[in-house]
């Protein structure tokens, strides 16, 4: 037999599309050599255009497809996304308790590209409260990390960030797709303050699920054996890729192309 590759178990909403959440998690693991496992969070009715309907998926379901998985498969990494609600964020937590060896990057979707709340005020109170202690990388944009941390909307990217190490968070990652600059810039920040910045190209038009690609690409280079800031930089030239690479198969946003280097549009 042969030997199998790094198991990262995903905690994620389903999307028809596959241009976000747990589909669009797998694509990004495999290509990147890794075997996705999923635990469905919420199902959803969403195009490329945004989410029309959420339907959060009870605790009980989640604590069980888990545990069945995890009986059987060993874990690499976790990789959490939507999680629809505060019960299931506390399922997810309790889950994680008994795996604490296991990295765990976190993409605190707050919001769906097109503004549509995927995480009210008591989801994100629970998240604060019950995964950010359990986060080894927390991935989100400068919206989500301010509002996050409570922060005013113009407060200072570094601010929230250092919110978020004090509330248990190992390392944050801050990117900048929504910031008003040339270069998107995204900051890796620890206890200590900025651990590196790296400056990308801005590609014109939406992307939908590019958080959900850089922070599942963050995952799979961890379970490949790479250090925080090793893994941090190799997955956003994979993301980056990805985006350039985009395909718009419908009248919405485009999805990025998880699979480029498959189609001969690897450099």
């Excluded at 797998?26 to 339907?55: E, K, N, Y």
């Excluded at 960030?161 to 944050?172: F, K, M, Q």
Aim: glycine fraction near 8%; charge should be neutral; charged fraction near 20%.
């Amino acid at each position: 037999m042969a030997k199998s590759p790094p198991i990262v178990v995903v905690f994620a909403a389903s999307d028809p599309t596959a241009g976000a959440g747990l589909q669009a998690d797998l694509l990004a693991l495999s290509a990147l050599a890794c075997h996705g496992a999923t635990v469905v969070t919420a199902l959803t009715v969403q195009d490329t255009h945004g989410v029309h309907r959420v339907q959060p998926l009870d605790a009980e379901w989640i604590e069980q497809q888990a545990r069945a998985l995890l009986a059987d498969l060993p874990v690499a990494v976790f990789k959490l996304g939507v999680l629809a609600s505060a019960a299931n964020v506390a399922a997810v937590a309790r889950i994680l308790a008994e795996h604490p060896h296991a990295p765990v990057v976190f993409d605190p979707v707050l919001a769906s590209g097109r503004g549509e709340v995927l995480a009210n005020d008591e989801v994100r109170a629970a998240m604060c409260a019950r995964l950010l202690p359990r986060t080894t990388v927390l991935t989100p944009n400068s919206v989500e990390v301010r509002r996050l941390a409570g922060d005013a909307e113009t407060a200072p990217l570094a601010q929230s960030a250092r919110r978020l190490i004090s509330l248990g968070a190992r390392y944050v990652l801050v990117t900048g797709t929504h910031e008003a600059t040339r270069d998107v810039v995204n900051t890796l920040y620890d206890a200590s303050g900025v651990v590196r910045e790296d400056r990308w190209p801005r590609l014109a038009g939406g992307f939908h699920g590019s958080g959900c690609t850089l922070a599942s690409a963050i995952a799979a280079q961890l379970a490949r054996g790479l250090d925080v800031p090793a893994a941090v930089r190799a997955a956003q030239d994979y993301a980056w890729r990805t985006l350039e690479a985009a395909f718009r198969p419908g009248s919405g946003q485009s999805i990025p192309d998880r699979l480029y280097a498959l189609r001969g549009l690897a450099p």
